[in-house]
């Protein structure tokens, strides 16, 4: 079995994942392996880790890198598209609850708050990697003052306080969203 990154064969006879992965790593230099084929199937780095794999049964297997800044960038620039989508369901779920509409606001609510974990979690590996401080901290503020304003929203909805979850989601919410839009352009600036 032959290995690669990108387009260089880095070994030729590894059987073992723990020892490949180990190799991998030690070639990588501020890189993060973006896909991962076995042979010429696609597949994630965590399937990699985590199935039990006959390797003497793969030909080859071929780690993509990119670069940390490349890899920020690209998902700082979905977020700049994915941002304002975020926005328009708050204010939309914001209208539904304010118009008695709860089910249809929760349903609303709930895929909106999936993509607002996505983007947090994003968001929180981005500044782990940054060595901007004045950046960092200023993305560690707005990130906890938008958790607590999320904390606030839950409360109103496990209350029933369709009233305030409205207001909240509306006025706080939409203007954490224009905050994080902001923060994440200044990120893209960065890099």
Do not use: C
Not at 59 to 68: L, P, Q, R
Not at 99 to 104: L, M, P, S, V
């Amino acid at each position: 079995m032959k290995i690669y990154i990108n387009e260089n064969s880095i070994a030729e006879d590894a059987t073992d994942k723990n020892d490949i992965l180990e190799l991998v790593e030690s070639k990588l230099e501020n890189e993060i392996i973006d896909t991962l084929h076995l042979d010429e199937v696609e597949v994630s780095l965590e399937y990699f880790r985590e199935n039990e794999l006959d390797l003497e049964r793969i030909d080859k297997i071929k780690f993509e890198s990119k670069k940390v800044e490349q890899l920020i960038t690209e998902t700082l620039k979905e977020a700049e598209d994915y941002l304002p989508k975020l926005k328009n369901a708050l204010n939309n779920s914001a209208e539904l609850f304010k118009n008695g509409k709860e089910a249809d606001a929760s349903e609303l609510l709930d895929k909106t708050l999936e993509g607002i974990q996505w983007y947090l979690e994003v968001i929180n590996g981005i500044i782990s990697l940054i060595d901007n401080k004045e950046l960092k901290n200023k993305g560690n503020k707005i990130l906890s003052d938008f958790t607590q304003a999320l904390n606030r929203a839950m409360v109103a909805l496990q209350n029933e306080n369709y009233d305030y979850l409205g207001d909240l989601l509306e006025v706080e919410m939409v203007e954490y969203i224009e905050k994080l839009k902001d923060f994440n352009q200044e990120l893209l600036e960065e890099y």
